[in-house]
C-alpha cells in the first residue's frame, strides 16, 4: 500500500522558519498536496501541485520537491500558523488518496 | 462563492446504518469529482471515498464494501451510505470539492463536516 511519512510535531519560534517533510515512493512520480487544519475547523489547501500557492494563501508558505521527499516551508512563522499539517498525494492508479499522518506545528 | 453543508451524522449502534448528505451551491456541481474525508478524535486525516462527475466511484479498502457515494446532480447533493459501522469509523465526516492534476487528485473546498459516533 501507499504510505505517506511525516514527523508527528514539529516546533518553532516565533518568527523562525518551519520545515515540515513528507516521505514516499509515490513522489518522485506525482505531485504532492499540503492541508493546514485547525482545531475545531476544517481542513484549508494551501500548497498544491508540490510548489503552487492558492489565492488567499499567504506568502510565507512555500513547498518544494526533491525525489521522494516533499517539504513544506513556513518563513517568518506566525502565531495563527500553529495548526496540523497533511501531505497528500495520489497512488499509482490515479485514482486512490492516500495522506500523511499529520505534523502538528508548535509555534513557541 | 462556493459553500458545502454536510448533515445526517448522530449516534449509532455498532453494525448499524447512516445517511450522510452534502449540499453544494455556488458552483457547477455536475462538472466536479466530489470525496469525502474523515478525521478520528486524535488522529489524521483519512480519505472516504471520491465519485466522479460521470458517476465513477473509488473507494480504500477500509470502508469498500461497506460505503457508498452517490450524487444527484439535479439537486446538487452528494451522499454517502455507510453501512455495518465499527467503532473505528468514529470520525468527523467532510465532503470536498476534488480538482485533478496529471493523474493526482486533491480538495479545494471543504465542508465544515458531521460527526458520526458509532458506540452502543
Known amino acids: 500500500s501507499y504510505e505517506l511519512t511525516q514527523p508527528p510535531s514539529v516546533s518553532v519560534s516565533l518568527g523562525q522558519m518551519a520545515r515540515i517533510t513528507c516521505s514516499g515512493e509515490g513522489l518522485a512520480k506525482k505531485y504532492a498536496y499540503w492541508y493546514q487544519q485547525k482545531p475545531g475547523q476544517f481542513p484549508v489547501l494551501v500548497i498544491y501541485?508540490?510548489?503552487e500557492r492558492p489565492s488567499g494563501i499567504p506568502e510565507r508558505f512555500y513547498g518544494s520537491s526533491a525525489g521522494t521527499i516533499v517539504t513544506l516551508t513556513i518563513s517568518g512563522v506566525q502565531a495563527e500558523d500553529e495548526a496540523d499539517y497533511y501531505c497528500?498525494?495520489?497512488?499509482?492508479?490515479?485514482?486512490?488518496?492516500?495522506f500523511g499522518g499529520g505534523t502538528k506545528l508548535t509555534v513557541l | 462563492e462556493v459553500q458545502l453543508v454536510e448533515s445526517g451524522g448522530g449516534l449509532v449502534q455498532p453494525g448499524g446504518s447512516l445517511r450522510l448528505s452534502c449540499a453544494a451551491s455556488?458552483?457547477?456541481?455536475?462538472?466536479?469529482?466530489m470525496h469525502w474525508v474523515r478525521r478520528a478524535t486524535g488522529k489524521g486525516l483519512e480519505w472516504v471515498s471520491g465519485i466522479g462527475s460521470v458517476g465513477d466511484t473509488y473507494y480504500p479498502g477500509s470502508v469498500k464494501g461497506r460505503f457508498t457515494i452517490s450524487r444527484e446532480n439535479a439537486r446538487n447533493s452528494l451522499y454517502l451510505q455507510m453501512n455495518s459501522l465499527r467503532a473505528g469509523d468514529t470520525a468527523v465526516y467532510y465532503c470536498?470539492?476534488?480538482?485533478?492534476?496529471?493523474?493526482?487528485?486533491?480538495?479545494?473546498?471543504w465542508g465544515q463536516g458531521t460527526l458520526v459516533t458509532v458506540s452502543s
Open positions: 497528500s498525494s495520489t497512488d499509482s492508479s490515479g485514482t486512490l488518496v492516500v
Open positions: 455556488g458552483f457547477t456541481f455536475s462538472s466536479y469529482d
Open positions: 470536498a470539492r476534488g480538482l485533478a492534476a496529471a493523474d493526482t487528485l486533491y480538495f479545494d473546498y
Open positions: 501541485k508540490d510548489s
